[in-house]
């Protein structure tokens, strides 16, 4: 399947001709549906959720993935990824889905961290095959189980495709709207008002918009097939500039 864990290993992260021919239908609608909730805004009614209340697992593995991404001094990045983890558990509560916490928390905490050190797995040609690579690497030294070492890679794999694939784990559905949540402010009116407010007092934005746009320049330059670029090409950047988080 496109953007899996096993598809990135498979094409080390580069599409087919095909492969972005299928993106390109899969996003076009709910592109199109982001576009006209931007320009036509409607008020819908929230259901409350208390930031306050959400619990954090305090396990071994959170913890090494927090020091992992803590050691890239990239404040933005880890502020994204934090914001990532409270949007996605947000879209959670809104929907009534069960998940395992744990294993979306790694996820979203380690989601990105290819972006930083491509040096360390060079046949990649995604730098969410590298962020995989590299969460599994964790996973398996404090002997996760398999089944959700499985659910952590395919969802870091997969937040990348662009559009939310309802079929898949809710852990992988949560990080994809995560991450467009708070990259380009996808479904951000879904979310009460002062839910918004606490996440970004606790993790704010850092010029993240900037950051990201810089990262994102980066990855097309180091892998021009890869998902990012053909998603760039489709007006990624646009995108964040139209955010209703101006930076």
Not at 22 to 27: F, G, I, R, V
Not at 181 to 189: A, N, P, Q, Y
Not at 226 to 236: E, Q, V, Y
Request: hydrophobic share 35%; glycine share 4%; net charge positive.
């Amino acid at each position: 399947m496109l953007g899996s864990y096993h598809w990135a290993q498979e094409k080390r992260g580069q599409m087919t001709l095909k492969e972005k021919l299928y993106l390109l239908q899969k996003t076009f609608i709910p592109t199109t549906q982001h576009l006209l909730q931007h320009v036509l805004p409607k008020q819908r009614e929230t259901i409350f959720i208390d930031f306050n209340k959400i619990i954090l697992p305090d396990s071994t593995l959170v913890k090494a993935a927090i020091e992992q991404l803590e050691e890239t001094q990239k404040t933005s990045l880890i502020y994204h990824s934090w914001r990532s983890y409270f949007w996605g558990i947000a879209f959670s509560q809104i929907h009534g889905w069960q998940y395992d916490n744990e294993a979306f928390l790694v996820a979203a905490l380690l989601h990105d961290i290819g972006l930083i050190d491509q040096h360390k797995t060079s046949k990649c040609q995604c730098f969410t095959l590298n962020s995989a690579m590299q969460a599994e690497q964790l996973c398996k030294y404090h002997h996760y189980p398999e089944n959700k070492i499985n659910l952590v890679t395919n969802a870091i794999c997969m937040h990348m495709n662009g559009f939310t694939d309802l079929s898949q784990p809710k852990e992988v559905i949560m990080l994809q709207k995560g991450t467009s949540c708070d990259v380009i402010g996808s479904e951000l009116h879904l979310i009460d008002k002062q839910f918004q407010k606490q996440c970004l007092e606790n993790y704010p934005r850092e010029k993240f918009n900037t950051s990201f746009k810089a990262y994102i320049q980066e990855e097309i330059k180091r892998h021009p097939h890869s998902r990012t670029a053909f998603l760039n090409k489709l007006g990624l950047s646009t995108l964040i500039q139209l955010s209703p988080f101006k930076e």
